[in-house]
């Protein structure tokens, strides 16, 4: 059984940070593919970034030169951190894994907050 746990959302005014973690447990052998997607109120999910077992990484347009995905294997944890922050950014952000093969896997996901 794979699980996984979002933190580090908040509340933060424009132009400020934050970095999300996600910390993943249970059989997890190998990371394929480990990513962030993001929910805003009445929208659907869209994808945010994601990084590859080779250490590849794909952002969305809106986040290049803002976000920065990374991840610790030793871990099974990935990070999203999230610099210059904007109200658009607002929504709720969802940790995504494929493992061995198997998945997607998500986390519950955690708030962000934006205000100008």
């Known amino acids: 059984q794979v699980q996984m746990v979002e933190s580090g959302g908040a509340s933060v005014q424009a132009g400020e940070s934050l970095r999300l973690s996600c910390a993943g447990s249970g059989s997890i052998l190998s990371i394929d593919v480990m990513g962030w997607f993001r929910q805003a109120p009445g929208k659907q999910r869209d994808f945010v970034a994601n990084i590859k077992a080779g250490g590849g990484t794909h952002y969305l347009d809106s986040v290049k030169g803002r976000f920065t995905i990374s991840r610790d294997v030793n871990k099974s944890t990935g990070y999203l951190q999230m610099n210059n922050l904007k109200p658009e950014d607002t929504a709720v952000y969802y940790c995504?894994?494929?493992?061995?093969?198997?998945?997607?896997?998500w986390g519950q996901g955690t708030q962000v907050t934006v205000y100008s």
């Open positions: 995504m894994m494929l493992i061995s093969g198997q998945g997607p896997y």
